[in-house]
């Protein structure tokens, strides 16, 4: 907890960057150092993370990004993100002669072997998530054979299946919430004879959702006025935070940058005490930063 | 549909003896016959089926009932009942030289033989029924660790479960409903990080369900006054149907047999309309004796 003017602001008990995204920084940043006077470039596909602002300072080290595996230059060093990649960009990568260093989460790692071991022994693989993220479509890239899979978002989408198989295996999104994933089991439970449900949500990111809900819980005995998010506006995990909050009836303000901050001064008329949260993928600096600029507003 | 005097009944669309019943207590009469003139004994451990009414007529046609294995003497012809038996009696069966007929219903058989695979594999094994159910004792007698096994009534049960590893198989009595199986599950998501979910429910138990929610849903439409549910008061599978109707808003009786109609012939004053059910272990000659004397109330 921290005071200064009339604001009271009061962290959640985890918030930021997880275990997972940190180590990914970490190695992008050791590999822009190490590479540094060389002549070989360090690239990623894709934003290494879902946070403009923490992408712009490895931008400014010098790291490339690519939209796709194809516009990435022969013999390159390729940092491969948290959300981790198909088998197929891994094989063109391979292809190329890059030299890839695999940061990818060793929880997503988890659900992609998974993916891959039980379509192996004929499951039927059930993804739970965001069809157009790119964790979900780097664990769909591990199934052997992408005819028997799909993906869902929700318990709704799930009695929508068309059952093709007798056993299903039920592979989350590492962002999940649990509630879901257990919805979701609930449905296919009456579709498929035999469902493995793996549950690869992430603990860090349970922990913050944890966070997040204590806050919303403890808002009336604690006087909260709101809930400030920090956090990128297209990480999925910040915008579960979000959710939760709201749906524990917190009044909360999502900002990516302190820039955002000042244009929503006006949020923060009348208000003297209001939490803190900020998604996975969310840098520390960037939490100082704000915390610092809102007690000045 | 039937009519006499005032008294219109509407049949469940699915009632009475389901295949696994109807094939074992067939399996007793064979043998029974085949015996007739034979010193070998036929016999069952336990009840044959949770109806003493069919119980009567087939002990009249020479069944020997045994409390337990002990008591069946050596040499005797012994019929497996639908339920099934754990592994030990079997092998004790061996070693006192019965004649095995093994009779135990193929959905059981399925449910005892995942127990054992999936125990062989390192699952924790979860049985969701009645622990004193003779069919969750035989499957349980499956499971290659009984440590490493539990038996829960519900998701309540679930809740309170410790975890003693990481993989975990439910495995569900074949009369549950699949809406308990579900929210089991759904519980159990959380608790394990791997949850292999074994639908064993049978479809005969559902479909007598569905029957008797169909009967309630439409109660209203219908002008049902109530319905007569026909069963043994042992029965897992007919104490289900009479739970479902109550639920459903349905005033039900449930009884036995012909004494019992007549004892509550006051229930049907002023009853125009009502719906028969019958549990899965009703034999057919019942349902109709009971059905014949309904409408001379």
């Not at 540094?36 to 992408?55: C, D, M």
């Not at 609930?186 to 997040?212: D, Y």
Request: some cysteine; glycine content about 8%; charged content about 25%.
């Amino acid at each position: 907890m921290c005071r200064a003017n009339n604001l009271e602001l009061v962290m959640a008990d985890h918030a930021g960057f997880c275990f997972g995204v940190k180590r990914a920084v970490d190695a992008i940043c050791d590999a822009l150092k190490e590479n540094n006077n060389k002549n070989k470039e360090v690239w990623t596909i894709g934003l290494p993370i879902h946070n403009p602002q923490e992408v712009e300072r490895l931008k400014a080290m010098g790291l490339k990004v690519a939209n796709s595996v194809n516009e990435i230059p022969e013999n390159a060093k390729v940092l491969i993100r948290a959300h981790g990649e198909p088998l197929s960009v891994l094989n063109e990568l391979k292809l190329k002669g890059a030299e890839v260093v695999d940061t990818t989460c060793p929880f997503v790692s988890r659900a992609q072997g998974l993916a891959a071991d039980l379509s192996k022994q004929g499951y039927y693989i059930i993804l739970l998530g965001d069809k157009n993220h790119p964790e979900i479509q780097g664990i769909l890239g591990h199934v052997i054979d992408s005819n028997a899979a799909a993906v869902i978002k929700d318990d709704q989408e799930a009695k929508s299946l068309k059952i093709l198989n007798n056993k299903a295996a039920l592979i989350s999104q590492t962002t999940q919430q649990e509630g879901m994933l257990a919805a979701a089991a609930g449905v296919l439970v009456s579709k498929f004879r035999e469902l493995h449900v793996c549950n690869t949500i992430c603990k860090a990111t349970a922990e913050r959702q944890e966070a997040v809900r204590a806050l919303a819980e403890d808002s009336l005995n604690n006087k909260l006025d709101g809930m400030v998010l920090i956090g990128g506006k297209a990480s999925a995990n910040t915008g579960k935070l979000r959710d939760i909050a709201v749906n524990g009836g917190l009044e909360v303000l999502w900002i990516e940058d302190a820039v955002e901050l000042e244009e929503n001064a006006g949020w923060f008329k009348n208000k003297s005490k209001i939490g803190i949260a900020a998604g996975a993928s969310t840098p520390e600096w960037l939490i100082k930063e704000i915390c610092s600029k809102i007690v000045l507003i």
